[in-house]
């Protein structure tokens, strides 16, 4: 289990969207869900989280214009011939769309 505390609450929330998706080993799964039912902090950010896709779940599908279209792919591609090197880092925007 996760026990409530400002770590393990950082850690539940950056998985929210694995965990929804089913994502996640069993075990880490398991220790969230019982995070949840613990921690009022988080199991409100989950509801909130939850509730947000499924309100962009239900937006009209939009095209982009062109050029916005060719720059995204165009970066999307350069991200992922990128070698990996297993870490994210969030200091270092790498997606420009506008």
Do not use: K, Q, W
């Not at 998985?15 to 089913?22: E, H």
């Not at 039912?37 to 989950?46: D, G, I, L, Q, Y």
């Not at 509801?47 to 599908?61: F, H, K, M, Q, T």
């Not at 995204?72 to 270092?92: F, K, N």
């Amino acid at each position: 289990m996760l026990p409530p505390g400002a770590a393990a609450c950082e850690r539940v929330t950056t998985l929210f969207g694995a965990f929804r998706d089913g994502a996640l080993p069993e075990l880490l799964r398991t220790g969230i869900a019982h995070h949840l039912e613990a921690c009022a902090t988080c199991r409100v950010r989950a509801n909130d989280y939850r509730e947000v896709i499924r309100l962009a779940g239900s937006l009209p599908p939009i095209t982009p214009p062109p050029a916005v279209a060719a720059r995204l792919l165009a970066t999307i591609r350069a991200a992922a011939a990128r070698p990996a090197s297993g870490e994210l880092d969030d200091t270092r925007p790498d997606i420009h769309i506008l």
